[in-house]
DNA sequence: CTTGGTTGTGACAATCATTATCAATAAGCT
DNA sequence: AGCTTATTGATAATGATTGTCACAACCAAG
């Protein structure tokens, strides 16, 4: 059977709360400093219960962190800056679309995809471009 | 100055000769299976340096591992089985155009992608439907 | 209310990828 | 060949994540 527990509530809300993405390591110490005195392996616990059941979207940051955000406002892509960092995020409905569309043509489920666009935001583009 | 060691050759030839992508830690043991002594280190280390001077790409794989490939001339996408590594090709035109015209819209120059879809293959989906 | 069974929790150990350290090695110049 | 210094590689350190397990919290029934 499932149970509800504060703790379960609190990284829900927490998740709710937090705009865009949040690591896992973050969202423990953010309720940490919140006053709960919620245990590291528990937000992984409920972070994963929370995925698993589809309430969350999980990714890998570009460092490698798994980052997780509340899925209610639909999924995006990125758009990174190779040099700063900059990340705008980019709505990719065709490229959704596409991907359900290759992966049935081979046979594969439950696809998940990878598409990040890689580049120069305007300005590193104006700065790289001086230095030479 | 940049000196020339067998170790960075090595590095480059494995990853050229590698179709898709490919782990660090993957990468270091198909060196070594190969003959190889080369060290864990200098592998990281040079894949580093590749993808720093733009001979490489890396993003991250869904299990977290950073994952590698050749940024060579001719480019194509990949469809990969989750569990028994199974790799399709796949022609991505529309989300080649796609991603060249989002980054242009956001005023990024030099734009890189990466396009790979995870799944199931259908073995694997019978096999794990199996299970439960 | 109490008992019993079961599930969730949390401190800590274990694991895995990656990075830092540093003495020994070898590349390239003279 | 000899010198200077970048590079290597074994290993330790780090940091995120997962596994373990005793204990606490929850639910239902008596």
Same mark, same amino acid.
């Given at each position: 059977?499932?149970r ?5 509530e ?6 709710d ?8 390591q973050s969202l ?12 590291l ?8 219960? =929370? ?6 979207? *999980?990714?890998q ?6 980052i997780?955000r509340? *899925?209610s406002?639909?999924h995006?892509?990125? =758009?990174?800056?190779?040099? *700063? ?20 043509e ?8 990878v ?6 935001c305007?300005? *590193? ?6 230095d030479?």
């Amino acid at each position: 059977m499932k149970r509800n527990t504060w703790q379960r509530e609190a990284v829900r809300e927490a998740l709710d709360a937090t705009d865009g993405f949040i690591s896992a390591q973050s969202l423990h110490s953010a309720l940490h400093a919140s006053g709960s005195p919620i245990g590291l392996a528990t937000v992984y616990r409920a972070l994963g219960d =929370l995925t698993a059941s589809g309430d969350a979207d *999980c990714l890998q940051s570009p460092e490698g962190e798994a980052i997780y955000r509340a *899925c209610s406002t639909g999924h995006h892509h990125h =758009l990174i800056c190779r040099n *700063c960092g900059l990340t705008v995020e980019i709505a990719a409905d065709e490229v959704e679309a596409w991907a359900h569309r290759v992966a049935g043509e081979h046979g594969f489920t439950r696809a998940a995809h990878v598409v990040d666009v890689f580049g120069l935001c305007a300005e *590193c583009s104006r700065a790289l471009d001086a230095d030479r």
